[in-house]
């Protein structure tokens, strides 16, 4: 399974989206609180260029916002999509 990191905070509903369709899809990811951990919010920032939530980043892969699309074909790129995801 590939590897998901989401870089989010508290009261963002884009990231409160993005985290749930991957609890529902059985998708594992690891959460980086931006608002408080400034290491990870550097992070992100070298990740995505930008300060803006959520940042997804699926095996290097980066995502800015919830784009399900997006993060679909991502996933299905390397065999992770079930049919649970087909569009």
Do not use: W
């Amino acid at each position: 399974m590939k590897k998901v990191e989401i870089y989010s905070t508290p009261t963002c509903t884009y990231c409160k989206a993005a985290k749930e369709f991957f609890d529902a899809q059985g998708i594992t990811y690891v959460e980086h609180d931006v608002a408080v951990d400034e290491t990870q919010r550097n992070t992100m920032v070298e990740k995505s260029g930008q300060m803006g939530v959520p940042v997804i980043d699926i095996e290097g892969e980066i995502i800015v916002g919830f784009d399900e699309a997006r993060i679909k074909e991502v996933l299905a790129s390397a065999g992770e999509e079930d049919t649970n995801m087909a569009a």
